[in-house]
């Protein structure tokens, strides 16, 4: 089906943060880069015409100041070196005394005004002022004329008057024409967006590469579980990939054969149900038919058959029990009716319902209790786990075989331990028996009967009491479980505190 479009999606598509991560880091850090380089190379330059303004102004001051110029602006020398230097810089130079009065302009405008400007006044007080008027590319230096306090340093005598302890005697204006490369705005901000175009474009090509590469593992992921969902459960992802992509194809992997295997043990198990569910119909049926076919059929004859009859319902019972009982345990999984139970007596009473079976089986039953033992458990679902545990011990043994039950505690757990020397498990069979459907010997259990339900319904009663069950087993040789069950109830948020 076709996904509708939607932006809320994209934005959180995984490919397209990435992309947009990939893209954000490639140009941000070159407008900033590109920005910065452009405002430090405007500040250089502008530092350098400043300094070259202010080693002019100094030449000339020292002519103002030796010449006595500012009583005397009528110095044809001086004059003839301002215009000069004015010449030189393209502008324009005013001379200003300590009262702001222009002395002398070049440009022969502001002669005798006094002009009061921001960084004329700054120069006035000793320091050199600067103004950038981008605007009308020009740039304006304010130099303060200064002489040494010592009067071994004065040779002008109108300078020779003034107070001893006065630094400023007037301010040399500058006002000359921005550098070229400053003025150039429109060729700077064309070159700058010029080269962002093309680390756009570049960064726009690599984040769709690599969103698309890095995404890739997980596009094949999403395509395998779709699959899954139609049916096919043997897909096998192996991309490209990352370390953490890897692992994320190594479980998926691992999820799919595991689906795969548990598909094959529910068709296993159907079959298997549908053979047992019908096996003990149809013997009813043929023992039934025979009856009917016969008009005086003997009185043994006709107990022999009722009995047969008696055995199939007890069996197709059996297996309904198992599953009702399967279902249930999923459905209230934590529902369990707690009690103080002697386990002495629960384990005795389930002997006794066995005991008959294991002798017709020829099979020895033993129990041996080391101490007298009180836990909290479910006696019904509790008695149901050690049944089952002790039954097929009973039903996977050979004539002549024993089963050995030992029931012992320490101060937290109590342990029962069932043992017999029967037909054993396969060694690749043993992480799969507490499976649900699983049959580790095919041939045996279908002679024997059952539906593979037992040791599952088994674990689960026992997780369900905050205990663990463990086996061993030799194939020929028998097979050992070992069930460990606090001796009280474990609440929920306290299980995970018992370890081993």
Not at 51 to 64: F, M, P, T, Y
Not at 194 to 223: H, Q
Request: charged residues 25%; glycine residues 4%.
């Amino acid at each position: 089906m076709k996904k509708k479009f939607s932006f809320r999606r994209i934005f959180h598509s995984l490919r397209a943060r990435i992309f947009l991560f990939a893209f954000l880091m490639g140009t941000i850090p070159c407008f900033i880069l590109s920005s910065g380089l452009s405002y430090v190379y405007d500040r250089e330059t502008l530092n350098a015409d400043i300094l070259s303004v202010s080693g002019e102004a100094q030449i000339l001051i020292n002519q103002i100041v030796t010449s006595g110029y500012l009583m005397n602006p009528t110095d044809d020398t001086v004059n003839i070196t301002l215009s000069s230097v004015a010449q030189s810089f393209s502008g324009r130079i005013l001379v200003m005394d300590d009262t702001l009065r222009v002395v002398k302009d070049t440009y022969s405008l502001y002669e005798g005004k006094t002009i009061i400007w921001d960084i004329a006044v700054k120069a006035s007080l000793g320091t050199t002022a600067y103004e950038e008027d981008r605007e009308n590319s020009f740039l304006t230096v304010a130099v303060p004329i200064t002489v040494s306090a010592d009067k071994s340093q004065k040779s002008s005598p109108a300078l020779e008057s003034s107070d001893e302890t006065a630094d400023s005697y007037g301010v040399l204006l500058f006002v000359s024409p921005l550098n070229q490369n400053l003025m150039n705005q429109d060729y700077q901000g064309a070159f700058i967006i010029f080269f962002l175009f093309i680390d756009v474009i570049i960064s726009f090509l690599l984040a769709f590469f690599f969103s698309r590469r890095l995404t890739r593992p997980v596009t094949g992921l999403a395509s395998s579980i779709r699959q899954v969902e139609k049916g096919f459960i043997e897909p096998h992802l192996s991309e490209n990939r990352s370390t953490e992509t890897g692992e994320v194809e190594e479980a998926f992997n691992s999820y799919a054969a595991e689906l795969n295997r548990q598909n094959e043990s529910r068709q296993e198990f159907v079959s298997n149900v549908s053979h047992e569910l019908k096996t003990p119909l149809t013997s009813m049926k043929v023992l039934a038919d025979s009856l009917n076919g016969m008009e005086d059929a003997p009185v043994d004859l006709y107990k022999d058959f009722m009995e047969d009859i008696t055995g199939e319902i007890d069996r197709e019972t059996k297996i309904i029990n198992d599953l009702l009982t399967l279902v249930k345990f999923d459905k209230n999984q934590n529902a369990l009716d707690i009690t103080q139970v002697r386990i002495n007596d629960l384990v005795e009473t389930v002997m006794k319902r066995i005991r008959p079976i294991a002798e017709k089986a020829q099979v020895e039953l033993v129990l041996e209790s080391f101490r007298p033992i009180t836990a909290e458990v479910d006696e019904t679902k509790f008695s149901l786990a050690v049944q089952n545990l002790v039954e097929n011990a009973v039903k996977y043994n050979n004539p002549g075989g024993y089963v050995h039950v030992s029931l012992n505690s320490d101060h937290r757990y109590f342990y029962i331990h069932v043992e017999d020397n029967g037909l054993g498990i396969p060694e690749e069979s043993i992480p799969h028996i507490f499976e649900r459907f699983y049959r580790a010997d095919k041939s045996h259990s279908r002679e024997i009967g059952g539906t593979g339900l037992g040791l599952s319904i088994t674990q689960n009663v026992i997780r369900m009491h905050k205990g663990e069950i463990k086996v061993s087993s030799r194939l020929g040789e028998g097979t050992r479980f070992v069930v460990r069950v606090p001796l009280k109830y474990i609440e929920e948020e306290a299980a995970d505190e018992i370890s081993e």
